[in-house]
């Protein structure tokens, strides 16, 4: 057994000893072998050193990557990668302090302030795109903070994509960023419960929409970033909250901020959940969402989600490995994909489908 600095922490390495908080609440048991997001746990709560096994295995000792690795193992391993995490992490601690004092102090948001945060962790993706990078984060955490980032990061990704003007690129941005700041009144044990929810915990749960407009209604932001708080959950069919508005009622941004919002949290790991990969989220889009979004923003979303994953590697559910190379844009869940010895058309194999993208 040795006592290892956290800076010095690998994945991999197994904890002699169990870890406590405040209140002698347990962190993480012996016996548990770390993950980068356990290893930044231990960093986000102060924990300078850790007993670890001596015969634990460590990054040292596991495979370098190499070209046989998939892309997202290769990206996994970049130095790239590596920067971008901590870009997000650094300015996910500030952010969280910040959102804190804006829901419960009344502090004044500065936009310019938080859309800096947002480019700064933009520009630590480097030459790989901001999706990519948040694809090999998944396994990290499951709190609103890193899902007000993640919805951040896309909607300004997506604002590119449908060509919005820079202003209102910003504006969608913050409007992702704050979507969730309501959460910060409801209470952490409905927000963190794993098992389904009562009526009535729905009910406070889905106040967070109302608490989040009036945390934010009086502040100097643009408008729409106030009532995507609000619309979020409202649904283009009429069955969403607070107010099952219909389609003409629900502002734009709502509706894109709803999208990427549903998107984040499918493809997240959840305490009750592992992450969904993206094309299973596809799937549960085209099989029972698309009249609950609206039609020309949801289709270009899934569109360029299903384009950005072209050339990945991915697990097929008969366990075998494939690239996928072309997308069928009538059934973006069932793209083309290639096997080291056929071409698949997954719309004809359809009892084979696209398990996860590796
Ligand atoms: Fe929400």
Redo the contacts with the bound molecule.
């Keep these: 057994m040795s006592t290892v600095a956290i800076e010095q922490l690998k994945t991999g390495m197994v904890l002699a000893d169990d870890i406590f908080i405040f209140e002698n609440k347990l962190l993480l048991p012996k016996d548990t072998e770390l993950t980068d997001y356990m290893i930044h746990k231990l960093e986000f709560y102060s924990i300078k050193k850790v007993k670890v096994k001596d015969s634990a295995p460590s990054e040292a000792t596991a495979p370098a990557s190499s070209e046989d690795d998939s892309y997202s193992q290769r990206l996994k391993h970049s130095q790239e990668f590596k920067e971008f995490k901590e870009e997000f992490f650094k300015n996910l601690y500030v952010l969280k302090t910040d959102f804190l004092d804006i829901a419960n102090k009344d502090k004044k948001i500065e936009p310019e302030e938080f859309l800096n945060r947002v480019d700064s962790i933009i520009e630590h993706a480097g030459s790989q795109s901001v999706f990519d990078m948040l694809h090999c984060m998944r396994e990290y955490d499951d709190s609103t903070f890193v899902h007000a980032l993640n919805t951040a990061l896309i909607c300004h990704t997506f604002g590119h994509w449908i060509h919005l003007n820079e202003d209102d690129i910003n504006a969608l941005t913050l409007a992702g960023l704050l ?2 700041i ?2 910060i009144r409801v209470s952490d044990t409905i927000i963190k419960k794993t098992e389904r929810l009562s009526p009535t915990e729905r009910t406070m749960m889905q106040a ?2 109302v608490y ?1 407009y009036e945390i934010l209604k009086n502040q100097d932001i643009d408008e729409r970033v106030k009532l995507a708080a609000l619309m ?2 409202e649904h283009c069919d009429g069955t969403g909250y607070p107010k099952a508005y219909e389609a003409s009622q629900i502002t734009d941004f709502a509706k894109i901020v709803g999208i990427i ?1 549903d998107y984040d949290s499918l493809t997240s790991a959840r305490p009750y959940r592992e992450a969904l990969c993206p094309f299973e989220v596809i799937k549960k889009f085209e099989l029972e969402g698309l009249q609950k979004y609206d039609p020309s923003y949801i289709m270009t979303f899934l569109e360029h989600v299903s384009n950005a994953f072209i050339n990945h590697t991915v697990r097929l559910s008969n366990g075998e490995t494939a690239e996928i190379v072309m997308i069928n844009k009538q059934f973006l869940s069932r793209p083309m994909v290639k096997t080291e010895t056929q071409f698949i058309d997954l719309t004809k194999e359809t009892n084979l489908s696209i398990e996860a993208i590796i």
């Design positions: 979507h969730d309501g959460k967070h929409t989040g979020h959950h919002a």
